[in-house]
Nanobody, 124 residues
């Protein structure tokens, strides 16, 4: 089991930036794909970005590609999400998640460990 704690959320104006962090504990952190999801009020949880465990390759939802960057530091057991050019529609609770297996998926069901979430609000 991997325990995850997110931080870095807040209120920012449109066009601004935020950097989310996800601190992980557990011996298997470095071998798991990691992902960021978000959930806005009244909407389903959606995939934002993922990073593989083997070669650090990254993948993104179309809505954030070119604006968000996911990265990981296995030595620090931390995953980051750099969010630039934020838009009001990026407003949501953002969750960090660790995959159940070595598969780098995009569905919430591919991930077995979740953080408590951090709120991101973007004003227009």
């Amino acid at each position: 089991q991997v325990q995850l704690v997110e931080s870095g959320g807040g209120l920012v104006q449109a066009g601004g930036s935020l950097r989310l962090s996800c601190a992980a504990s557990g011996r298997t952190f470095s071998s798991r794909p990691m992902g960021w999801f978000r959930q806005a009020p009244g909407k389903e949880r959606e995939f934002v970005a993922g990073i593989s465990w083997s070669d650090g390759s990254t993948y993104y939802a179309d809505s954030v590609r070119g604006r968000f960057t996911i990265s990981r530091d296995n030595a620090k057991n931390t995953v980051y999400l750099q969010m630039n050019s934020l838009k009001p529609e990026d407003t949501a609770v953002y969750y960090c998640a660790a995959a159940k297996t070595y598969y780098s998926g995009t569905s919430p069901s591919d991930f077995g460990s979740w953080g408590q979430g951090t709120q991101v609000a973007v004003s227009s």
